[in-house]
């Protein structure tokens, strides 16, 4: 997760770490931040969910004219994640909170036989 200032823009069906759903022009950043999860086998969550443009925005400019997707939730376990949120919350800032909903199952403890466990 992070603030990569980079603009993924709309994506390439070509491209392995991004899904379906861009937002806006790429920038050589966008490209960057692609090439970085490509090679190192993230996924680029925030464009594999199907949002309208308002839910999309992290940041915009001090006059509030311009809105961009700059904040990015990036994984190598894509499967746990069920969506991306980007948090319409007050506070004094020109980004918006991005949050991520997982889905965690416990890890269930088997049990030893007798005279099978090992001590450590």
């Known amino acids: ?4 200032n980079a603009k993924i823009g709309q994506t390439n069906p070509n491209e392995p770490a ?7 022009d790429r920038n050589c950043r966008g490209k960057r931040l ?14 594999f969910f199907k949002k309208n443009n308002k839910q999309r925005w992290t940041w915009r400019s001090s006059n509030g004219k311009i809105k961009n997707e700059i904040d ?13 949120q980007v948090l319409n919350v007050t506070y004094p800032s020109d980004h ?6 997982l889905n965690i199952l416990p890890r269930t403890k088997s049990r030893c036989k007798i005279g099978q466990c090992h001590r450590s």
Request: cysteine-free.
């Open 72 to 84: 990015y939730i990036l994984t190598n376990s894509h499967r746990n994640i069920y969506d991306i």
């Open 34 to 47: 692609i090439d970085f999860a490509h090679e190192n086998n993230f996924a680029i969550m925030n464009t």
């Open 96 to 101: 918006r909170a991005v949050r991520a909903a």
């Open 1 to 4: 997760m992070g603030d990569f």
């Open 18 to 24: 991004t899904g379906r759903h861009g937002y806006g």
